[in-house]
C-alpha cells in the first residue's frame, strides 16, 4: 500500500488579496512535508469557475512548483479534461511533456471528461459529446508523445503533419490514468490500459467489486498507449491525531466542510438529461452523506480519520479490497488550521505508515521519531 495527496485548492470567502495565495503557500508547504514523509504522489485537479469549491484551474503551473520543490514524490496532473472547447490535445500533449522533462520524468497524467454543468456549460461543451472526445483524445496523446510526427482527422480535432515538442522524459510515455466517479468508468480504464484513479468515497464492498472487475478485464485489455498502467488509486480524507475523539471531531468537520461544498454543484446529468452520463455521479453520494451542524460526529465507513490505531484498521481494509494508493485530501477551504494538517501528516507517517512499508530513514526523521 501506496500513499498519496489530492487537492483541489478550495479557497474560502471572503476572497481578499491574499485569500487564494495563502491557500497555494500552504498546500507547497504540505507537499514538500510529504516529500520528505515518504507520500510517493502529489496530484491537482483541473476545474473552472467552482467557487470557493476548486480554484484550479491551471494545475500544471502548481505541479511545476511542487515539482521544483520536491525530490521524489511524482506529480500527478488529474485530471486533465480531454474535451476540446477546454483544451486542444495539443496543448495537453504539450503542457504535460515540459511538466514531465522539468520534474525528471515524476509525471502521471490522468485524464477525464469533467462531471458538472456549470463547467460545460461554461465553455460550451454538449455532455453528449465528451465520452467520444475524450476516448478520442486519450487515444491521441500517446502518439503525440512518440511519433516523430502526429496527423489526425477526427471527430474533436483535426490538424496537419506536425512534429508536436517537446517530447516526455520517460520513455516510451508517463503512466496514463482515467478519473473514475461513476460505475462502469473502471471498466473504461481496464479495456484502455488505464490506471484507476477513483474520486469517490464509497464503502469497502462496493470498490472491491469494482476493482475485481477492474483487474479481470484489464488482463485482455487493448491499451492506448505503448505501457499497460495496472494501478488502482482511491481518495480519502486523513485527519490522524493522537486522541481518537479528536482526531473524529475534526476529520468529521473536514468531511462535512468538503461534502457541503460539493453539494453546492450541479452535475452534468441533472441539468441535461445525457446518455453520456448514465449516472449522477459523485455529487449526489455526496449530498446523501452531509450532516446537519448540530448532527453528533459518525466516522463514514472507509475514512481516515481518528487515532493512528483506527486508521491502520481502515488501511488494511482499503488494501484487502485491492486498492494499490490511498490519495489524501488534507483540507477544505482552510477548515483545518495548517499547524493541525501538518501534525496529522507527521503523526501518520510515523505510526501508520510503516505498519505498511519499511520506513527509511529520512521519513522517520522527518516525522519527528527516533
Not at 510517493?40 to 476545474?47: L, T
Not at 476548486?54 to 525530490?71: D, N, R, V, Y
Not at 494538517?341 to 507527521?346: E, K, T
Request: charged letters at 25%; a negative charge; proline letters at 7%.
Amino acid at each position: 500500500m501506496k500513499f498519496g495527496i489530492f487537492y483541489e485548492l478550495s479557497v474560502p470567502r471572503p476572497w481578499d488579496r491574499e485569500a487564494e495565495r495563502t491557500v497555494y503557500e500552504n498546500a507547497l508547504e504540505q507537499v514538500r512535508l510529504a516529500d520528505e514523509l515518504g507520500f510517493d504522489q502529489v496530484w491537482c485537479v483541473e476545474h473552472h469557475f467552482l467557487e470557493e469549491y476548486s480554484h484550479s484551474s491551471a494545475p500544471e503551473l502548481f505541479l511545476t512548483a511542487c515539482a521544483m520543490q520536491t525530490k521524489n514524490i511524482r506529480v500527478g496532473h488529474g485530471i486533465v479534461v480531454c474535451v476540446p472547447q477546454f483544451n486542444h490535445p495539443v496543448r495537453i500533449a504539450e503542457r504535460a511533456a515540459v511538466l514531465d522533462i522539468l520534474s525528471g520524468g515524476r509525471l502521471e497524467m490522468g485524464t477525464g471528461r469533467s462531471a458538472t454543468w456549470t463547467e460545460l456549460a461554461g465553455f460550451r461543451a454538449s455532455p453528449d459529446d465528451t465520452k467520444k472526445t475524450w476516448d478520442e483524445i486519450v487515444r491521441c496523446l500517446p502518439k503525440m508523445w512518440t511519433q516523430e510526427r502526429f496527423s489526425h482527422d477526427g471527430y474533436a480535432f483535426s490538424m496537419p503533419s506536425r512534429a508536436i515538442l517537446p517530447k516526455p522524459y520517460q520513455k516510451p510515455h508517463p503512466p496514463m490514468w482515467v478519473a473514475v466517479t461513476s460505475p462502469g468508468t473502471e471498466i473504461d480504464a481496464a479495456e484502455r490500459g488505464l490506471g484507476s484513479l477513483g474520486l469517490t468515497f464509497g464503502g469497502f464492498s462496493d470498490q472491491e467489486k469494482r476493482i475485481a472487475e477492474y483487474r479481470r478485464r484489464i488482463k485482455s485489455c487493448d491499451p492506448v498507449g505503448e505501457i499497460v498502467n495496472e494501478q488502482v488509486n482511491t481518495v480519502n480524507f486523513l485527519l490522524c491525531h493522537e486522541d481518537d475523539a479528536t482526531g473524529i471531531a475534526t476529520g468529521t468537520r473536514l468531511a462535512g466542510t468538503f461534502n457541503y461544498l460539493a453539494s453546492q454543484l450541479l452535475s452534468a446529468r441533472e441539468a441535461y438529461p445525457s446518455r453520456s452520463y448514465p449516472s449522477l455521479g459523485l455529487l449526489p453520494q455526496l449530498r446523501r452523506e452531509q450532516t446537519s451542524p448540530g448532527d453528533a460526529p459518525r466516522v463514514p465507513e472507509g475514512l481516515c480519520i481518528g487515532d493512528p490505531a483506527r486508521i491502520v484498521d481502515v488501511v488494511r481494509n482499503w488494501e484487502a479490497c485491492g486498492v494499490d494508493r490511498i490519495n489524501f485530501l488534507l483540507n477544505a477551504v482552510e477548515t483545518v488550521p495548517q499547524e493541525q494538517v501538518l501534525a496529522s501528516m507527521r503523526l501518520f507517517a510515523k505510526e501508520v505508515m510503516p505498519k505498511f512499508a519499511p520506513a527509511t530513514a529520512a521519513a522517520t526523521a522527518a516525522a519527528g521519531g527516533n
